[in-house]
């Protein structure tokens, strides 16, 4: 599948949707470089959100306004914008091309979003943006875009995207899906299944029915892959999932247990973890092949693996030294190093999309939080602690984690994120307990 712009250019859309909606995006409206002004600093401490003015879409104002307030809810989440309450705004927009900026500078908004919905005689939508430097009196960037009506919450995505880039200089992540464990039923008797949505909780479905027991999805960084755990008929065995087409395929039959799969970064590859004889040790698969490599070979578990976004190096989980910690490796297993040595059990490393933090769960004292170190094992910090936090997962920019907490007692699990800094911590709502997020990719 192919989406062109009004310039001629071919853009690769591959596997937009799971339905086979089509999007088209059309050219940037023009931008002006004076513009360059309004920019968010979000290298260094804690950043003041934007205040950030997001008007209902004129046209089809039912599908605009809920397009902007998924656009505006985006952007709060983020912890970087503060949308103004729309009852605060002066002007009613009717043309989005042309605001009275007086009237936005009046109520403090420091950014504008003004935009179009019309209904094509075809029945799709065209939509169009347009982000404004409130104070310069400037236009920062604008798109359109045609599209199928089923798709108007990923377009919002998009858009929401889009001004997060402008803003910040970095790619945002709205456009994004996560994979989970859904659980249902009584505590003792849960239903476990593979479930995807996304990332703010909408268009939830399901992957697997339930039949058998399923743990530690994760996404492919290349294509619309995911690679998982299943206990069908008590053998564990790890899968490959096209959550596109559904076809699933056994990645291999292994002796004894297998753990913990994930993709290397080229997509090609899968690591994880092999018990033998009483411990285990970390094995890397060429998907093609089907060829094994060991890595790690030591009387000890270790597990967990994850690469660096570059493939070079490995963090894992072993409990060599006596308890569980985080090592640090090359890919072909050799310089193999501790780098975690704080009084508590660490697990579940995973590598930032950007390579500056690994990210884990510490358990000291009856308490789990997560947290992040350098992939040195320097600038450790806690970014969330309670009861049973654990399996982070990184935002495909490296700014956000996802994470699930089971508070106990006779209720489950759930989806939290929090942002690397350690503020911003909010909860990702889910039709049912859910546990073992993984992120997506920017979908391409």
């Not at 002006?32 to 959100?49: H, R």
């Not at 690397?420 to 859910?434: F, I, K, L, M, W």
Request: charged content about 20%; overall charge neutral.
């Amino acid at each position: 599948m192919q989406l062109s712009n009004r310039s001629g250019l071919v853009l690769s859309r591959r596997h937009l949707l799971a339905a086979g909606g089509a999007l088209a995006a059309g050219a940037a409206l023009h931008a002006s470089p004076a513009a360059a002004a309004l920019k968010l600093d979000i290298t260094s401490g804690t950043p003041q959100p934007i205040p950030i003015a997001i008007t209902d879409m004129v046209g089809d104002s039912e599908q605009g306004r809920a397009m902007s307030e998924v656009i505006s809810a985006d952007l709060k989440r983020s912890g970087l914008f503060a949308p103004i309450d729309p009852q605060a705004f002066v002007e009613k927009i009717s043309n989005p091309d042309t605001p009275r900026f007086q009237d936005w500078r009046i109520i403090n908004a420091q950014a504008l979003m003004t935009g179009r919905v019309e209904r094509q005689a075809d029945g799709r939508f065209q939509v169009m943006f347009r982000l404004w430097d409130v104070f310069a009196g400037q236009q920062l960037t604008g798109q359109q875009f045609v599209a199928q009506p089923d798709n108007w919450r990923r377009i919002a995505h998009i858009i929401a995207d889009a001004i997060y880039e402008r803003l910040t200089g970095e790619k945002g992540y709205f456009d994004t899906r996560i994979v989970f464990v859904d659980e249902s039923g009584p505590k003792q008797q849960r239903v476990k299944r593979l479930a995807i949505m996304d990332q703010d909780g909408f268009n939830v479905g399901y992957l697997t029915r339930g039949d058998s027991l399923v743990m530690t999805p994760r996404f492919s960084p290349t294509s619309q892959e995911i690679t998982y755990m299943s206990y069908s008929g008590n053998e564990p065995r790890v899968y490959l999932l096209n959550i596109e087409t559904g076809q699933r395929e056994v990645v291999g039959n292994f002796p004894g247990m297998s753990f913990a799969p994930r993709f290397a970064p080229d997509g090609q590859r899968i690591i994880m973890s092999l018990e033998q004889n009483g411990n285990a040790n970390l094995f890397v698969m060429d998907l093609r092949s089907k060829a094994t490599t060991r890595l790690t070979d030591t009387p000890a578990i270790d597990t967990a693996p994850c690469y660096s976004p570059d493939g070079r190096q490995i963090c894992f989980e072993s409990d060599r030294g006596g308890s569980s910690q985080i090592y640090v490796m090359n890919a072909d297993g050799s310089n193999q190093n501790r780098i975690s040595f704080g009084n508590a059990r660490y697990s579940t490393p995973v590598w930032s999309p950007r390579g500056d933090w690994i990210s884990f769960t510490r358990q000291a004292e009856g308490r789990f939080a997560i947290g992040v170190m350098r992939p040195d094992g320097s600038g450790e910090r806690v970014l969330t602690e309670g009861y049973h936090n654990e399996g982070p997962t990184f935002a495909p920019n490296g700014r956000a984690l996802m994470f699930f907490r089971d508070p106990g007692g006779g209720s489950g699990p759930a989806l939290y994120t929090v942002n690397v800094t350690g503020y911003n911590e909010q909860r990702v709502p889910t039709p049912s307990y859910a546990s073992d997020p993984a992120w997506s990719p920017l979908r391409s």
